[in-house]
């Protein structure tokens, strides 16, 4: 058996692997998103929230901030929601909506580029709705003073429109609002071609006495998306804040703790982010700010990321300047990538979950997003990507394809060996060493080039599931979205028989492809003498085919590709060692077999 342990190795792993992911990961974690949604609903805990304080009022006590405005048991539709104030049209190449003068907030986008199915006529991504709507979402940015300061811009503070008309890419709006004390605040927003909005705010103090305030910004939401986030991919909170670095926390640690305070840090940026899109401020990078992100069931259930900034002053007769960015949108690679360059954000691009395996990861999207720009069809830039991997780990996979030959070559001298010392296990193993030495054999060489392939397998899967690049990507025939699993099912005959398939039967045209493929390439090898092992060996395909079945179509096509480049290329190897290629007669064994059985 020593010339199948490195394959059994590559499948034992594989199936670790891949089993882990599918039954120990996400069936829990989608349970677990289900049982804690439960139990929240019956929790009467309630934490403490500062009311929201109605404009021309006094501003919020320092260190707090003011309430997001919450309205307990609203179930307003989106129209009359956002008929209830004055708003600003918001209207550019990548997004239309509008922003609401009723706290200068961001209640009303959608992603123009982007629909919710592969029909064409459905509804384009709606990201943020009004807080009055069940699916409230929205940004928003203000200041926390002190009796001196008067009023100060918050939820409810009615804005002014002092210049502009409609908020495009070409056509910044500015907003004004005078308090009580004199100040005037003045904010001009201006947005991009596709998703940072610049909000640049003056304060101008024309009292007789200095002014001190701080900033505040957040992001908030009042449901979670409806289909649970699984174990591969991180939604829910995120930022990377100063030397704190990355921060990634979910939902359900959010409700578990109530508020994670990563502590104060200057310079990064923070929101909330889905599977494809996302929702960040981006701080003034000069000064230090403290960062939150809440849990809240104070009347209406919420979660919020926010940040609070001071050192806002302002002499009299003076004025001070706040900038703040908003990236609200699609996390596309080349936008991500392009704003942190531009604004100098810091690791603006782990905002895309590239994983563990970044530095493998990323570089392969790169890689099949060049091909995709060249043949037009992400599906054969994966097929490409797959060869040019392979050529890339060709060095060590001749040494593996190299080490089996040579390991079949001394499969008689095994044999002999074990005839000769029986049952003395220890004498065996010394034999069996003397052998691989003298005929120069690495009985393990096999088993790195299978471990190291492990990492790019993975990267690739995060590639095709995380990067919105993926997402409704056709590639020919019935694959219109090699983001999603083939929509094929054997057990209707592909579609023939008019009644829809329960997910656990659910068996596309790819995944068999791709399950005759790992059968064929296993049956290179002769079968294993051992009843256990020769049953491991025919189930596997069997086996791989269910649980891939549920896999993108993208990382399937892969696989079965990969296979039949590595049948291709073990038997041009074997050929070249003079070793015997058992596929046929492996083949022929098995059916023959099968034959007399029936019989």
Known sequence: MENNRNYFVAIALSVLILIAWQFLYVNPKIEQERVAAEAHQARQQTQQQAENPAAGQQATPAGALPGAGAVPGTSENRDQALSRSARIPVDTPSLSGSINLTGARFDDLKLKKFRETVNPQSPIITLFSPAETPEGYFAELGYVGSAETGAVPGPQTVWT?????????????????????GVIFTRTISVDDDYMFSVADTIENTGSTPLSLGSYGRVTRFSKPATPSVYVIHEGFIGVIGEHGLQEVSYGKAEDDKSIEPGPATGGWLGITDKYWAATLVPPQAKPFDTRFSHFTDGRERYQSDYRQDGVTVAPGAKADVKTLLFAGAKTVPVVDRYEQSYAIPKFDLLIDWGWFYFITKPMFKMMDYFFHLFGNFGVAILITTIVVKLLFFP????????????????????????????????????????????????????WPILLQIPVFFALYKVIYVTIEMRHAPFFGWIQDLSAPDPTSLFNLFGLLPFAVPPMLHIGIWPLIMGVTMFLQMRMNPTPPDPTQAMLFNWMPVVFTFMLASFPAGLVIYWAWNNTLSIIQQAIIMKRHGVKVELFSNLTSLFSRKQKTAG
């Open 161 to 181: 429109l002092a210049s502009g008309t409609t908020l495009t890419s070409a056509t910044p709006v500015t907003l004004s609002y005078t308090n009580d004390k």
């Open 396 to 447: 060590l996979a001749n040494k593996q394809y190299a080490s089996m030959a040579n390991m079949k070559k001394v499969q008689p001298k095994m044999e002999e060996l074990k005839k000769k010392h029986g049952d003395d296990r220890m004498a065996l193993q010394q034999a069996m060493m003397a052998l691989y030495k003298e005929e120069k054999i690495n009985p393990v060489a096999g088993c």
